[in-house]
């Protein structure tokens, strides 16, 4: 087998007969397979064996009962059950055009480059795909920045946040990859040095369905970018820094409306432990939780300690208020600074540590599993 198509798929039933007829039309003379990566939850893998059983190259599917690790967990699960080494991730949506796989064969074959990317903003590429100008815009605005933010690894390509590419699987060592969500092709080129060339293809519209591009996807890029670039403590002091504006701005208004600044404190402090707590949940220790207790007890053990910090920070404040003369939300601004790396520690040690082996998978731990799957599903920016 010279080549593997890997097509991670959620729900794409209407478009496999279609996928599977341009991409067979496509690799003519070339020796390749189709592998779906398939996390639906309708009719989806019924479809593809069908269609499968009449495909003039071989057709497989993978029907994962649990999505780990969002799409990317599924173009990883793609990779390893390849028969070639080159390997080309391509949607199910026909929004990247089979037609444009043996350019990137070609490209690859010279035999100078590990990933060949096809790029929807490099010259002849074009990007009329998207649904309308704003989320132009907001591809274009969020290339801009990642770009930005690896100005080495990411200088031969224009667009790494594509889902369109071909790989050579021995380049990137598999074991070393954590995918995080849907820009699986931005934490391959983050994590590696790897030499990129790119050919352009038209980003066309959705062959049918719908698109699942949505706000939480935005903000899972986010939070993946914002991991790649700076780890699991920069993430985790990232989250601090926010509750920590939002904590100050709290305290502001509310001794600015005549709440005294211990009470207001208190209740700055309440707010910013559960909402961080939920952002930490989901954005940084989220590769720690299947092996931690349940939901539940994580919650526990870090409203509890938060709030015994914060019965020791906040008589501190007091203190700095009535000894130093200066004001409540600088004091607050200190000592939420001196907090930050003792709950970090906690939190990296206590509150998800492995659970004791034969430990029950509680309803609720359960729920938010399935919850979290579901937040994890593809889309593209």
């Known amino acids: 087998m010279n080549l593997s198509i890997i097509v991670p798929t959620y729900n794409e039933a209407p478009n496999v007969a279609e996928l599977v007829r341009r991409t067979t039309a496509a690799v003519v003379g070339i020796d390749a397979e189709i592998i779906f990566v398939d996390d639906s939850i309708d009719d989806t893998p019924d479809v593809i064996r069908e269609v499968a059983a009449a495909a003039a190259i071989p057709v497989r599917v993978i029907h994962r009962d ?4 969002g799409l990317g967990g599924a173009v990883l699960e793609g990779f390893r059950a390849a028969s070639a080494e080159a390997c080309v991730v391509i949607d199910g949506d026909l929004q990247h055009p089979p037609e444009s796989i043996p350019d990137l064969f070609a490209r690859f074959g010279q035999g100078d480059v590990d990933v060949v990317v096809a790029s929807r903003y490099a010259a002849g590429g074009a990007a009329q795909g998207l649904a309308d100008k ?16 690896f100005p080495i690894r990411l200088k031969d390509t224009t667009d790494p946040m594509t889902g369109f590419f071909l790989i050579d699987r021995n380049a990137i060592g598999l074991e070393g990859l954590q995918p995080r969500g849907f820009k699986i092709l931005l934490e391959i080129l983050a994590r590696k040095t790897l030499r990129v060339a790119e050919v352009p293809f038209a980003f066309a519209d959705r062959f049918a369905g719908e698109s699942k ?41 509310l001794t600015s409306a005549g709440v005294g600044y211990i009470t207001a404190a208190v209740i700055a402090a309440e707010v910013t432990i559960i909402v961080n707590f939920l952002l930490i949940e989901r954005f940084v220790f989220h590769d720690m939780r299947h092996e931690a207790s349940g939901v539940g007890s994580r919650f526990a053990k870090s409203f509890l300690f938060n709030n015994a910090e914060a019965v020791i920070r906040i008589p501190i404040v007091a203190l700095m208020v009535s000894t130093s003369h200066i004001s409540a939300v600088f004091a607050t601004a200190i000592t939420l600074v ?41 889309g593209e920016l």
Do not use: C
């Open 66 to 69: 649990q999505a780990t690790g």
């Open 134 to 149: 704003t989320r132009v815009f907001v591809s274009k605005a969020a290339t801009a920045v990642t770009k930005a933010m």
């Open 213 to 253: 591009a949505s706000l939480r996807q935005g903000i899972h890029f986010l939070a993946q970018l914002t991991a790649l670039r700076f780890g699991k403590m920069s993430l985790f002091a990232v989250i601090g820094g926010l509750g920590a504006v939002a904590n100050v701005a709290i305290v502001w208004a």
């Open 338 to 378: 001196v907090a930050f790396f003792v709950r970090f520690v906690f939190h990296s040690l206590v509150v998800y540590a492995p659970k004791k082996p034969g430990a029950a998978t509680s309803p609720a731990r359960a729920m938010i599993v399935k919850i979290d799957e579901q937040a994890m599903q593809p």
